[in-house]
């Protein structure tokens, strides 16, 4: 009786006991449950929505803004900017120097830092990434023209021998082109591995793109956990899906949503003046535009003011010359000597040039692509508009980006319109590439003094000296008329209110490292 007993009080221990252990796992796995429902909820997740769809994401290739805004946040450059300035600060070089003249810099690379895929950066992979991005030569590749050697002098230093004095060289190699690339790799185009704040995961062209944290960044883990960039085909659709709160940032708005948006409680509104400039080009190389009176005919005969006023919306400032306002060495004086509408005038010169009220003259092409700049078709065809007025027939063609950039890069264009955003700010980054006959040479523009002229201030030390020769160069640029300068565009970009972090650069660097949400 008493085993009985005793046997039944065992199996009922047994029973509790099992019963205590089912309750306990189960408690367990709610525990679990709920703190991964609170890890999921807390997840940092961006979802920027924007107009820009890049094209490539290899540093030594990519030279429009859509590729940029993404490989800048993969990758570091040696100098950086500090936060909405356009003052330099160490990046992947904690410090840099020259010797007397500025033929040699010397930059000290940080230590510790590695690659996406676990390699140490050292001087040795900078100088290979330079020397790859050379042989590449993708089309920022001209940037590297006045590098003559690269020199590991040690593990963390790197010295850069260049052709001639050049005293902005630390802030060219802000640029993306100074991104360094890990030995070896391969398909950067499409599976980029950087040292920056975010990792590459994924790409689906045209729809999607995603970056994920770099937890071991040297800077320290980002405070978002990932980036989900949404391609979007047209300004409008990217305006609706801010509204709805689909996104989180806009980046690409047209001009005529700005009013909209800026009058939202709902969303917030971050805006800069910024560097990048808009012109109308034209290719010297063929008639008529090899006529300088033709070139300021055209200069004269467009309505500036209409421009600014009623196609963007006063989200944009007039260009007079070859240098942007904010940019150092820029000429106020070229407000007074820049070309300003005037019809009469311009029918005049056209008339001077051997075409009196178009007569003689063969339809021009304007090419142009309203992929980067919706708005870029509105003043398009105010421009036709104009010309016609004074006998010159225009014939616009829109083109997808890539299209657009492979007619330009053949000169295969009689006017195209374009914008320019600062590889590195310094007025020689407008002057060089834009002008001179050694740089992009897209118009065929040459004027043996602009050109020398241009060698020689980005040869000096002496800042005051370079800013009295980039005067100069600009009067001299305004008069020969290569282009029609048009306008200068402030940068906005638009997010909901718990978005916080975001800082806009004048030389349109665009960095997430910093940005968060709240609530």
Do not use: C
């Amino acid at each position: 009786m008493y085993s009985k007993i005793l046997e039944v009080g065992r199996i009922t221990i047994k029973k509790y006991i099992i019963f205590v252990m089912i309750v306990a796992v189960i408690a367990a796995l709610g525990a679990y449950v709920f703190i991964m429902r609170e890890e999921a909820a807390f997840e940092q997740v961006l979802i920027v929505g924007t107009t820009y769809d890049p094209k490539t994401l290899d540093p030594a290739l990519a030279y429009d803004i859509a590729s940029s805004m993404i490989i800048q946040n993969i990758y570091d450059s040696l100098v950086g900017y500090e936060p909405g300035t356009t003052v330099l600060s160490p990046k992947l070089a904690e410090r840099w120097e020259s010797n007397e003249n500025a033929t040699e810099w010397i930059f000290y690379l940080r230590k510790n830092v590695k690659f996406h895929n676990g390699i140490e950066l050292t001087a040795e992979i900078v100088k290979q990434s330079i020397e790859r991005a050379k042989d590449l030569q993708g089309p920022p590749s001209f940037l590297l023209d006045v590098i003559d050697e690269v020199e590991a002098l040690d593990e963390y230093a790197v010295k850069f021998v260049l052709k001639y004095s050049f005293a902005p060289f630390p802030s060219l190699a802000a640029f993306m082109t100074f991104s360094p690339v890990p030995p070896n790799a391969t398909d950067l185009e499409t599976k980029p591995i950087g040292t920056g704040p975010f990792k590459f995961e994924s790409w689906i062209k045209g729809q999607q793109l995603v970056l994920v944290a770099n937890k071991d960044y040297w800077r320290g883990s980002p405070k978002l956990d990932k980036i989900i960039f949404r391609f979007y085909a047209d300004p409008s659709s990217l305006r609706i899906a801010l509204e709805k709160g689909e996104i989180d940032i806009a980046i690409g708005i047209q001009p005529s949503d700005v009013p909209i948006l800026s009058d939202n409680p709902r969303i917030k509104t971050v805006s800069i003046s910024g560097l990048v400039i808009e012109w109308l080009g034209m290719n010297h190389r063929r008639e008529p535009l090899n006529n300088v009176l033709v070139r300021k005919a055209i200069n004269y005969a467009i309505d500036y003011d209409y421009i600014l006023n009623n196609i963007l919306w006063g989200t944009a400032t007039r260009l007079h010359g070859p240098l942007p306002p904010g940019v150092v060495g820029y000429d106020p004086e070229a407000e007074e000597y820049s070309y300003k509408y005037n019809p009469q005038l311009a029918a005049q010169l056209l008339a001077e040039a051997g075409y009196p009220g178009g007569r003689g003259l063969r339809e021009l092409e304007l090419i142009i692509s309203t992929e980067e700049r919706a708005e870029r078709g509105e003043v398009a065809a105010l421009i036709q508009s104009k010309l016609e007025n004074i006998g010159i027939k225009v014939r616009i063609v829109n083109l997808d980006w890539s299209s657009f950039l492979e007619r330009l890069f053949n000169y295969d264009f009689d006017l195209y319109m374009v914008d320019w955003f600062p590889d590195y700010v310094d007025p020689d980054d407008w002057i060089t590439p834009l002008f001179s006959s050694q740089g992009l040479a897209i118009d065929g523009y040459v004027n043996p003094r602009v050109d020398e002229l241009a060698l020689l201030a980005r040869q000096l030390t002496d800042l005051e000296e370079r800013i009295e020769i980039y005067k100069e160069l600009q009067r001299i640029i305004v008069e020969d008329a290569p282009w029609a300068f048009l306008y200068v565009p402030s940068q906005y970009v638009f997010m909901q209110k718990n978005v916080e972090g975001f800082v806009l650069y004048p030389a349109y660097y665009i960095d997430f490292y910093p940005v968060y949400k709240t609530g």
